[in-house]
């Protein structure tokens, strides 16, 4: 899943929206897995993000995610069958753990929504630009620049967080240090040395953002800085329409069913 917050160019109906526009739809898109119970709605959400991966000219990266997510997915299943012991019981262990209907339906519906709520924000970078994003915040949202810059400057810093824990990571191995141990004891005990040198790493790398901010008039931008203008257009008016109509249904279907 390396870069998956990195921009893929394209000349789609969801690259050319407005940033603000794909921001609350994808919010939406969260809002209604998480209002939802329901297994039909909540997989139609999924299908309806494999759509927009589609459409943008992204369906790789959209099917990458997708297996990273169930990948994840599978402790969380593990857990929520482990743990949830109530319901009509499917198989009951010798040591007395017992797998559950109410334990299988939990971790079914929490997958679809892990599922359904991560991939929209992920699509929403994948086909737009950092920059446009805060300058569309500042300009249509009013939210100061200072904090839009936060938001859009620590996204960009996850990869860049990513590519680093890798580099440590293949230092402590080159070092005789078993990484790749199966003990999860072994496990937890390495997360020390893995994150003392990123926590290190990322003090640097702050500083050097914030003197570099500083030097280029950071303190001095406003609103009207931006030259460029992020006009609403009927494709956006459409889909901010489907967002209240997504939450509207998730809503209705929550409280009818």
């Known amino acids: 899943m390396k870069g998956f917050l990195n921009y893929i160019k394209g000349d789609s109906v969801f690259h050319k929206m407005n940033p603000v526009t794909k921001l609350v739809f994808s919010f939406a898109i969260c809002a209604a897995c998480f209002i939802s119970d329901s297994f039909y709605i909540l997989g139609s959400l999924i299908l309806l993000n494999i759509l927009i991966g589609m459409i943008s000219g992204i369906a790789e990266r959209t099917f990458i995610l997708l297996k990273g997510l169930i990948k994840i997915s599978l402790f969380l ?5 482990l743990l949830i ?15 559950t209907e109410d334990g299988v339906m939990n971790a079914s519906r929490l997958v679809l929504r892990l599922m359904g709520a991560t991939l929209p924000l992920a699509l929403m970078l994948s086909v737009t630009k950092l920059a446009d994003l805060s300058n569309a915040l500042v300009e249509k949202v009013h939210v100061p620049y200072k904090y839009a810059f936060t ?6 810093f996850i990869p860049v967080f990513t590519e680093e824990l890798a580099g440590i990571m293949e230092a402590q191995t080159s070092r005789g240090v078993e990484l790749d141990t199966r003990n999860p004891f072994k496990k937890i005990a390495l997360i020390l040395p893995l994150c003392a040198p990123l926590l290190v790493s990322s ?4 500083e050097t953002t914030a003197i570099a901010a500083d030097l280029r008039g950071f303190k001095f931008r406003k609103r009207g800085s931006c030259v460029k203008e992020y006009p609403y257009k009927a494709k956006d008016v459409l889909c901010f329409i489907f967002s209240i109509i997504l939450i509207a249904g998730a809503i209705y279907c929550k409280i009818k069913f």
């Open 77 to 81: 299943v593990i857990l929520q069958i």
């Open 203 to 206: 003090v640097r790398k702050t």
């Open 151 to 156: 938001l859009t400057t620590a996204i960009r």
């Open 85 to 99: 012991q109530t319901g009509k019981i499917y198989y009951q262990f010798s040591f007395g753990l017992k797998i």
